[in-house]
């Protein structure tokens, strides 16, 4: 027997209260903070989903795991049952615990990188992309081109186009490639996942050319249920199993635990050779701490060795995938552009076709996130021109490929009845969308300028 909802597989037994807003109030919160949603106090939003990084919530098992957590400087027990976690998961044989992903990023990236290096990627996410480029080194996005299309039903736009990579190592010269890095669920591109094919096919492109290949793991689990999901000759193996099988084709990975860990912190660098693995213990004693800690507390530890396993639970990732797709299916069914199919944890909504009017010099995705809140007190993300824009030599706007708006869906948080108020918003904002205006930049920071970036209305 099987029925069309799907439930949550929990029961709720501690709640946080959200506190209420009017549209009038959330007017003067949105200009207090120079229409940056990142600029908003938390309690001043209804529905949260700026992102699902650190937002889950922890089960039963995990909270009571804190109170196990063994706090000891050295060789604590809590370190040595994440570190067998992520062993039996990754297969890696260097394990280093990171306050959180970016960490591990500034670690590997800064090691391997500087000037004259390139790495090459489905897609950097922000703080990757950010990290390569502080180091001198540049960063080279390569999606597969049925990515372009945000409306085609193409299983695997996180796909990386793999007769560019090998064009890019050639011309660049193998000694030159940093690493090639396949970011799983692909997040600034939609979060749409990679299949195991297309692993499997950068894998032998690396080897090849003797060049590093990373898996940045965030979503790893996310990923492993599309590859079951959508991929022929994976039905019959588990969750874990197909994540398994991904991590044999890399040299190592980086992973912020704050998304498939389940956690609220932390992160994790896993490592297959030995001399790198040497030099990122260095880099990690100096800086997050020592190598059974890394930067976190001995009961985060705990709390994520228990998330990576309940994540790859059947009953979990299947009502995280349909209820994202719920909400996504849900928008595109009233018309609204989104991007096809939906992702693992978010529904990204195509800025540049819903407010066709605003010119991408005026960000239509701020616009978008800015009508979102005012109306339905509702936090998303740009995630175009106002996070990868770039200006030329005369100060003009070089736009980001997609002007998309993230609604990224904490876990285990939010119910079906608050996704139907999502719905309901969005049907607001469909009446009043050809009166609204762009934005312009007022202030902007060199680095990650979306983060404090103030605005103000055209
Ligand atoms: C979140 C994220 C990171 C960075 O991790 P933090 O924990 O936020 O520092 C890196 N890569 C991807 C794909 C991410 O989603």
């Given amino acids: 027997m099987s029925f069309k909802t799907i439930i949550e597989p929990f029961r709720i037994k501690m709640v946080e209260p959200i506190t209420m807003t009017t549209e009038v109030q959330r007017k003067k919160f949105l200009e207090q903070a120079h229409y940056n949603p990142f600029l908003l106090n938390s309690d001043q939003v209804l529905i949260d989903f700026l992102t699902d990084s650190g937002t889950s919530a922890m089960s039963a ?6 109170m196990e957590g063994d706090e000891s400087y050295a060789g604590a027990r809590s370190w040595r049952r994440m570190e067998k976690v992520i062993h039996d998961l990754t297969g890696l044989k260097y394990v280093f615990p990171t306050h959180q992903g970016r960490a591990a990023e500034r670690i590997l990236y800064g090691y391997l990188g500087g000037k004259g290096k390139f790495f090459i990627s489905n897609t950097h996410f922000d703080t990757t992309r950010a990290n390569i480029e502080f180091s001198g080194a540049e960063a080279i996005d390569i999606p597969c081109i049925e990515s372009n299309d945000t409306q085609s039903e193409f299983p695997f ?4 186009d793999v007769k560019k990579l090998e064009d890019l190592i050639l011309k660049h010269k193998p000694k030159n490639i940093g690493g090639v890095i396949l970011t799983v669920t692909n997040n600034s591109g939609g979060g749409q ?11 032998a492109v690396c080897k090849k050319y003797k060049v590093k290949l990373f898996l940045d793991c965030c979503r790893v689990a996310e990923n492993s249920f599309f590859i079951h999901q959508k991929e022929k000759g994976y039905e019959n193996k588990t969750y874990k199993q197909i994540a398994q099988k991904m991590f044999s084709l890399v040299d190592g990975a980086i992973m912020s635990a704050k998304k498939d860990a389940l956690v609220n912190m932390g992160g994790f660098l896993a490592l297959k050779d030995s001399s790198i693995a040497e030099a990122c213990k260095n880099l990690l004693i100096i800086t997050e701490g020592f190598t059974t ?35 996504g299916d849900r928008l595109h069914a009233m018309g609204i552009p989104v991007m096809r199919p939906i992702g693992g944890h978010a529904v990204y909504v195509d800025a540049k076709k819903f407010y066709s009017q605003i010119p991408v010099e005026q960000y239509p995705g701020q616009a978008l996130v800015c009508e979102l809140y005012l109306k339905g007190g509702i936090r998303s993300v740009e995630i175009g021109s106002v996070m990868f824009g770039k200006y030329d030599d005369v100060g003009k706007l070089i736009p980001s490929r997609m002007e998309l708006v993230r609604l990224a869906i904490p876990r285990r948080v939010y119910t079906q009845s608050h996704i139907e108020y999502v719905i309901e918003v969005f049907e607001k904002l469909m009446e009043g969308k050809n009166k609204v205006r762009g934005y ?7 680095f990650l300028r979306h983060f404090t970036a103030k605005f103000k209305p055209v």
């Fill in 61 to 66: 098992a995990q909270w009571a795991g804190m």
């Fill in 157 to 160: 736009k996180g796909n990386m």
């Fill in 440 to 446: 312009e930049i007022t202030y902007e920071p060199k």
């Fill in 293 to 327: 800690y890394g930067g976190l507390s001995g009961r985060d530890m705990e709390a994520i060795a228990i998330g990576l396993e309940e994540v790859f639970h059947a009953d979990y990732l299947l009502y995280r995938i349909r209820s994202t797709s719920f909400l």
């Fill in 193 to 203: 996942p990679v299949s195991m094919e297309n692993a499997k096919l950068v894998s």
